[in-house]
Every structure is written in C-alpha cells, then in structure tokens.
C-alpha cells in the first residue's frame, strides 16, 4: 500500500471481507454454542407457564430498573443514549444505508445529515463522560477490566472517525475514510469474542430467565 487510495482500497476489499467472515461466523457459531448446550432438565413438577413470563421479563429488563436508575442514574440514561445514538448513526446515515443495501439488498429511508451529525456529537460526548465516570468513580473502576475498555474504543473510534471523515478535519480524504472503515472493521472482528455480544444474546438470556421463574411459579 504505497497511497491513501491503495489503503482505502484495501480495508474495502480483502480486509472488509475477512472482518465480514469473522463477525458472522462467530456469531453464529456462538449463538450455536448457547443454543446446543441445552439445560438440565428439570424434574420438578411445573408451577406455571414458561412462555408468557419469559416474553414479560424481555420487555421489563429492557425498561430501566426503579433500583438502578435511583442508585446510578447517569449511568442508565448514559447507556440510553450512547446505545440509541450508535445505532442511529450506523442505520440511518444515508451512505451507511447504501453499503447494506449493497450487501443485504434491502434499504429504507435515512435521516438528514445534520441530525446525525448532531447525534453523533451527543454519543460521542456521552462515551467520553461515561469512560471518565468508569475511571473516577472507585467502585466501577474496581469492576472493570481490560474487555471493558476495549469495547468502549471499540464503540467510539467508528462515531469519532466517521465524524472526522464526515467533516473532512483531516487530510487527504481517503486515508481518513479507510481508517473510519478499519474501525468498524476492528469492531466486528472483536464483536463475537466480547461483551459487544448481548446485542445478540440478550433476549435469549432474559426469555430464560424469565421462563424459569414462571415455571417456579416467581415473578421474575
């Protein structure tokens, strides 16, 4: 790679298909590992249904908890956005769309460029306050270890390198968009392998959860 363009060229070709082949097929693959590991059965005679509570207790677990927003409410709406603004940025910039339109072959209607700029400055901002409160506060900095801060970078390098692309910050425009790719690119690689996984595992975790205390006759 001799240019900014040859670079570009690569993280679009063999390195977008190696990152590509990587996150599908871990996921799949994990996905596979928590479906065929099964439970134990359970002999005991069932004291309710599993479905119904199983359904509830994915919707109530994504609600905020009354406990933990009391106890740590930047947190929880912290969470909030930087989720909520990550996914607008990713589903509904416009050339994002074009990109999965060329891989999926489905497309649906984008949002103005201002406003996802303006997210993007939002979740960007939100990332930062919520790595500084990670680091500051005893408590969380005791619970978290190196996964934890390389998932936040791996959140916030594609917000913080589309934004400098988008604006154009820096030169020349092609090693700028190549390196905003690699970052998405890093983001999959790492995505079956950490905790970026409960985009996936979430509702069967909290469906199980849920169905095991409806058939224990609990509330979840």
């Known amino acids: ?3 900014p363009i040859d670079f570009l060229l690569w993280v679009k ?4 298909d190696i990152a590509l082949a990587v996150f599908v097929i871990g996921i799949v693959v994990r996905l596979l590992e928590i479906v065929l590991l099964g439970r134990k059965q359970d002999l005991a005679e069932p004291k309710g249904e599993e479905f119904g509570p199983g ?18 409410p930047f947190t929880v709406i912290g ?10 940025c990713l589903l509904f910039f416009v050339p994002h769309i074009e990109l999965l ?3 999926l072959g ?4 984008g949002l103005s460029n201002h406003i996802v700029d303006a997210v993007a400055v939002v979740t960007m901002a939100t990332l930062v306050a919520m790595l500084i409160d990670r680091i500051t506060h005893p408590v969380k900095r005791f619970l978290s270890g190196p996964e934890d801060y390389l ?3 791996a959140a916030f390098l594609p917000i913080v390198t589309g934004y400098l692309a988008y604006h154009r910050v820096l030169v020349p425009y092609p090693l700028v968009l190549g390196i905003h790719i690699l970052s998405i690119e890093f983001l999959m690689v790492i995505f079956p392998f950490t905790k970026l996984m409960h985009t996936f595992t979430f509702p ?5 959860n849920g169905a095991m205390a409806g058939r224990r006759g609990v509330q979840s």
Do not use: D, N
């Open 204 to 208: 069967l975790a909290r469906w199980y």
């Open 55 to 72: 359904l509830r207790t994915i919707v109530t677990r994504t609600l905020p908890e009354t406990g933990s927003f009391k106890q740590s």
């Open 13 to 16: 070709g063999p390195a977008f």
């Open 106 to 109: 489905i497309k649906w209607p």
């Open 79 to 88: 969470g909030y956005i930087w989720h909520i603004g990550f996914l607008i």
């Open 1 to 3: 790679m001799s240019s």
């Open 101 to 103: 339109h060329s891989v």
């Open 151 to 153: 998932v936040w970078l």
